[in-house]
């Protein structure tokens, strides 16, 4: 299988602890997004990679939230003592180089969190 | 600030029927795109269709189909000859710039689909 793909699926934490999520994305794609998704609403941008740089932040990423992408490959959202708010659904997805940036973003299934 | 609106919180369609999903947007960007994505249960978001707003034709991918129309700000989701398996959450989005030059999707709130045997 050749899409995007995230691990854990699912984690379950306490409150006060720190989690790590990994997304592998499609592997001639350079343009890497994470995106949180609550229940009942759409995904909300989180932060965008071109290769290895980190070019947006959305607001909503706050200080305990930290990603990377060291080799332009795969890339990892770390949360330093979660929240019971934190919980949700983090959503990867990756486009393909092009000069607009127009290019359809495909999607990962998702690491789903539960803080307790 | 650019928005999407998606009205119908769940619908039902019974197999084999036609069945639109509703969608509204507001930008004032004259150029901007229109994406609709499946959810499963599984999570995963599956890219269904895209409409460019300069595209003359409305798009088609197979059984789904994009009514576009441009002057009411609308672009909604026909699913024909539905199938047990259409069964999901159903989103709406649209693209915004950001500084870097790439784009974020702005999604709606989803309508969650039912077909019936």
């Known amino acids: 299988d050749t899409g995007v793909s995230q691990n854990p699926r699912h984690k379950i934490t306490k409150r006060g602890q720190n989690v790590t999520f990994r997304c592998d994305p499609i592997s001639e794609h350079n343009r890497l997004y994470w995106y949180r998704q609550t229940l009942g609403q759409g995904p909300e941008f989180l932060t965008y990679f071109q290769n290895e740089a980190q070019l947006e932040k959305s607001r909503l990423l706050s200080d305990r939230f930290s990603a990377e992408r060291p080799k332009g490959s795969f890339s990892t959202l770390e949360i330093q003592r979660t929240e019971q708010g934190d919980s949700a659904m983090y959503l990867c997805?990756?486009?393909?180089?092009?000069?607009?940036?127009?290019?359809?973003?495909?999607f990962g299934p998702g690491t789903r969190l539960l803080v307790l | 600030a650019q928005k999407i609106t998606q009205t119908q919180p769940g619908m039902f369609v019974q197999e084999k029927e036609a069945v639109t999903l509703d969608c509204t947007y507001d930008t004032s960007d004259p150029s901007y795109g229109l994406f609709w994505y499946k959810q499963p249960s599984s999570g995963e978001m599956i890219f269904l269709i895209y409409?460019?707003?300069?595209?003359?034709q409305n798009a088609t991918e197979g059984r789904y189909s994009l009514n576009f129309q441009k002057a009411r700000k609308s672009a909604n989701l026909v699913i024909s000859a539905s199938q047990l398996g259409d069964s999901a959450m159903y989103f709406c989005a649209m693209r915004e710039a950001l500084t870097s030059g790439t784009y974020k999707y702005i999604f709606g709130t989803g309508t969650r689909l039912k077909v019936l045997a």
């Open positions: 409409q460019g707003s300069y595209d003359q």
């Open positions: 997805a990756s486009s393909p180089p092009g000069g607009t940036g127009q290019e359809t973003q495909y």
